[in-house]
């Protein structure tokens, strides 16, 4: 793993944007993989101020994002669907159809997790996988214990997480019990993967990550098992290590 430690969130956050870039300009027909959270929002402020200076070309770009709550319609203030609208994609040119994310509001989440992995292995796997973790370790939303060959599942989220996630929501009550996401098989068969942290709720994760052993209870950790993954940390996330 390669570890980048950078000065602060906007500096990750440059950094970060550089990299989506250089991917997309180097191959304008990219797959980018994405993700949710506050974590990638500088990146992505980044990617639409410079896509504004008329440098970069989307319209070739596909996405595919990690992961979607389950009950949420894509119009729901918080479904994922619409935090990449209006975070990102109403910003670039990229195709709206050319934006894969799970479908967290169908009569068969069975069937939507076959057809999410079948997109993965048509339209993906992405050429570079962007990646926040949470504070107990999970990418997308995998969490501890989860198998490291798992594919598109559903998962029942843990307390932590719905606690972590709840100051998006007007209340707890309302964040969702069960998500789809990406396995940690699926997020593996990417060929580049930037994980991002920031901030000093990340630190323990960050540690763990680095120092701790490749273990099914620490999910992120399976990324010790990929050739090509990029840490980005600004000094707050990394300063236990
Ligand atoms: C959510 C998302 C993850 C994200 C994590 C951390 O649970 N499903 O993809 O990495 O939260 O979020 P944040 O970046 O807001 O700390």
Redesign the pocket.
């Known amino acids: 793993m390669n570890v980048k430690v950078l000065e602060n969130y906007e500096e990750l956050s440059q950094l970060a944007a550089s990299l989506i870039e250089q991917q997309v300009q180097e191959y304008p027909q990219s797959v980018l993989g994405l993700?949710?959270?506050?974590?990638?929002l500088g990146a992505y402020k980044h990617v639409i101020r410079r896509y504004k200076q008329g440098n970069i070309d989307y319209s070739n770009v596909s996405s595919i994002n990690?992961?979607e709550y389950v009950g949420l319609d894509k119009t729901h203030s918080q479904s994922y669907h619409l935090f990449m609208k209006e975070q990102l994609f109403d910003h670039i040119n990229i195709r709206e159809d050319q934006t894969y994310i799970p479908d967290g509001k169908t009569s068969s989440l069975y069937q939507e997790c076959k057809r999410y992995e079948g997109i993965i292995d048509e339209i993906g796997p992405p050429d570079l996988q962007l990646?926040?973790?949470?504070e107990n370790g999970?990418?997308?939303?995998n969490e501890p214990g989860t198998s490291f060959t798992s594919l598109t599942h559903i998962v029942n989220l843990e307390l932590s997480?719905r606690q972590?996630?709840a100051r998006f929501f007007n209340s707890f009550d309302e964040v969702p019990k069960q998500a789809i996401t990406m396995g940690i098989g699926s997020i593996l068969k990417s060929k580049q993967i930037v994980l991002l942290a920031s901030g000093e709720r990340?630190a323990e994760a960050i540690k763990r990550l680095l120092e701790g052993p490749v273990d099914e209870q620490f999910p992120a950790s399976a990324l010790h098992d990929h050739k090509n993954v990029t840490l980005l940390v600004d000094q707050a996330s990394y300063q236990l290590v």
């Open positions: 993700a949710t959270g506050g974590t990638p990690l992961d990646l926040g973790i949470g999970h990418i997308g939303f997480t972590a996630n990340k």
